[in-house]
C-alpha cells in the first residue's frame, strides 16, 4: 500500500510540476503579446497624431478664415444699415418739407380759387 500511495504522490507532484510550468509558459506569453500590443498601440497612436496635427492646423485656419470673412460681412451690412436708415431720416424730412410747402401751397390755391368763385357769384 505504501507503494502505491508513493506512486500516486509522485504523478501528483509531476503533474503539478507539469500545470505550474505550462501555467507559467502561458503567463510568459499573454505578457509578451500584451508588450507587442503597447508597442503596436504607441506607434498607432503616434501616426494617428502626426497625421492629425497638420489636418486640425488646417482646420483651425479655416475657421479663423471664415471668422474673418463673417465679421467682415457683419460690418458691411451693419455699414449699409446705418446708411439705409440715414437715407430714411433724410426722405422723411424732404417729405415733410415738401409736404408743408405742398399743403401751403395748396391752401393758397383753394383759398384764390374760392375767393374768386365767390366774387364771380356775388
Do not use: C
Not at 497624431?49 to 488646417?58: D, G, I, Q, S, V
Amino acid at each position: 500500500m505504501d507503494a502505491q500511495l508513493t506512486h500516486g504522490l509522485v504523478f501528483l507532484s509531476w503533474s503539478t510540476a507539469v500545470m505550474i510550468i505550462l501555467i507559467g509558459i502561458f503567463v510568459i506569453k499573454v505578457l509578451f503579446d500584451l508588450s507587442r500590443l503597447t508597442g503596436t498601440m504607441n506607434d498607432t497612436a503616434n501616426i494617428v497624431k502626426t497625421e492629425l496635427e497638420p489636418t486640425l492646423r488646417n482646420v483651425n485656419e479655416t475657421v479663423e478664415i471664415v471668422s474673418s470673412r463673417v465679421k467682415e460681412a457683419n460690418n458691411i451690412v451693419t455699414n449699409v444699415e446705418e446708411k439705409v436708415k440715414e437715407t430714411a431720416r433724410q426722405g422723411k424730412k424732404f417729405l415733410t418739407a415738401l409736404g408743408g410747402g405742398v399743403f401751403a401751397l395748396s391752401k393758397l390755391a383753394f383759398g384764390g380759387i374760392s375767393s374768386y368763385i365767390k366774387s364771380k357769384l356775388k
